[in-house]
């Protein structure tokens, strides 16, 4: 059974920084992909940052220049460094994993706020 695992939420400051950590385990015969989705209160989930197998990376144009998506494949996990957080950062994080089926994280929260 694979299990994604999210750390790293919590409450900051805006202008604040946050590590998000996505840890996967399980049977994972191939990584088609791996990303971070939020979703907000009364929103759709969105796409925040995604990395492929390949190592392409694709942002949305919202955290562009602030977050950094990366993984390290040795641990079979993936990282979200999130600098310059806004208020309207403020979301559930969830952990995305493609293989030969979609899975998902229970999801962090996290919370930017004065």
């Given at each position: 059974q694979v299990q994604l695992v999210e750390s790293g939420g919590?409450?900051?400051?805006?202008?604040?920084?946050?590590?998000?950590?996505?840890?996967?385990?399980?049977?994972?015969?191939?990584?088609?992909?791996?990303g971070w989705y939020r979703q907000a209160p009364g929103k759709q989930r969105e796409l925040v940052a995604s990395i492929t197998g390949g190592g392409?990376?694709?942002y949305a144009d919202s955290v562009k220049g602030r977050f950094t998506i990366s993984r390290d494949n040795?641990?079979?996990?993936?990282?979200?460094?999130?600098?310059?957080?806004?208020?309207?950062?403020?979301?559930?994080?969830?952990?995305?994993?493609?293989?030969?089926?979609?899975?998902?994280g229970q999801g962090t929260q996290v919370t930017v706020s004065s």
């Amino acid at each position: 059974q694979v299990q994604l695992v999210e750390s790293g939420g919590g409450l900051v400051q805006p202008g604040g920084s946050l590590r998000l950590a996505c840890a996967a385990s399980g049977p994972i015969p191939v990584i088609y992909a791996m990303g971070w989705y939020r979703q907000a209160p009364g929103k759709q989930r969105e796409l925040v940052a995604s990395i492929t197998g390949g190592g392409t990376l694709n942002y949305a144009d919202s955290v562009k220049g602030r977050f950094t998506i990366s993984r390290d494949n040795a641990k079979n996990t993936l990282y979200l460094q999130m600098n310059s957080l806004k208020p309207e950062d403020t979301a559930v994080y969830y952990c995305w994993l493609r293989t030969l089926s979609d899975y998902w994280g229970q999801g962090t929260q996290v919370t930017v706020s004065s």
